[in-house]
């Protein structure tokens, strides 16, 4: 394991070498988010596929609103008369948190690359790295501790918050107006004969992108930086993959 972390060191490490003539002492800063960025285009196919999914499980609402007043008195026979439904259509209601799940390994290499003060039995150099005056390997207790919020280090988080606040509000407008959409399409009668939990799903997921917000604040500057990256382009894909496609018919997405 110190060996792959080594080679992965050196990755970023050269490419904030070629950054460095514009960046200067952000250089490994910018390497983080070309990385991430590289990261997101790589997992970019799942995502269409992800989409393509979704305007197909949207495909089955009317048979799926057929399905709920069948067996609108046992939740039971409801949820597997849907999950058939689904096997049969080749529809997978999971498709949506794949793009999630194939980022996580990076995620978690920047996190334990600047939590560890060495690499490979040698100083973890990484960590002397910074973002304007934040290093790289630092948290935002740290920034807290050295000038509070509004010092040179707490300002580049207030920045990120600021950001990440700015698309999880994005989101969180987007949600609501396509739940209202679907549910202004919902037949009359039809309301509350759900699929049983997605109706928790749906109420839990608009305030899903503020939990970012913890998230930026505890881990190291460097993994939250690939958070931060991550996050505003997952929404502006979202807005372009799932324009057409109402937020009922797959709900998981949009946490993705």
């Not at 792959?4 to 050196?10: I, K």
């Not at 334990?112 to 490979?120: A, E, R, T």
Request: with cysteine; aromatic share 8%.
């Amino acid at each position: 394991m110190s060996g792959f972390m080594s080679l992965f060191a050196d990755l970023v490490g050269s490419i904030a070498d070629l950054l460095e003539p514009v960046f200067h002492v952000s250089a490994m800063a910018a390497a983080i988010v070309l990385f991430t960025a590289c990261v997101r285009l790589l997992v970019h196919p799942l995502s269409r596929a992800s989409a393509r999914g979704q305007k197909a499980r949207a495909r089955l609402n009317p048979q799926i609103a057929e399905l709920r007043k069948k067996h609108a008195k046992n939740p039971e026979k409801l949820q597997k008369a849907v999950l058939e439904l689904h096997r049969e259509e080749k529809v997978s209601p999971l498709s949506g948190c794949l793009p999630s799940l194939f980022q996580l390994p990076a995620f978690f290499l920047l996190y334990h690359l600047f939590s560890n003060s060495s690499i490979g039995g040698e100083a973890n150099a990484l960590l002397g790295h910074k973002l304007f005056a934040a290093p790289l390997g630092g948290r935002w207790a740290d920034a807290l501790g050295d000038g509070g919020p509004f010092g040179a280090q707490g300002l580049v988080y207030l920045a990120l918050f600021a950001i990440v606040a700015a698309v999880a509000t994005f989101n969180f407008r987007r949600t609501k107006t396509q739940m209202a959409a679907t549910a202004a399409a919902t037949p009359a009668g039809d309301a509350g004969q759900q699929v049983p939990g997605m109706g928790a799903i749906t109420k839990v997921m608009p305030f899903m992108s503020f939990m970012t917000l913890f998230t930026v604040a505890f881990v190291p500057l460097a993994a939250a930086l690939y958070v931060v990256t991550s996050t505003t382009w997952s929404a502006v894909e979202r807005a372009v993959l799932y324009r057409d496609v109402p937020i009922g018919a797959g709900a998981l997405a949009a946490a993705g």
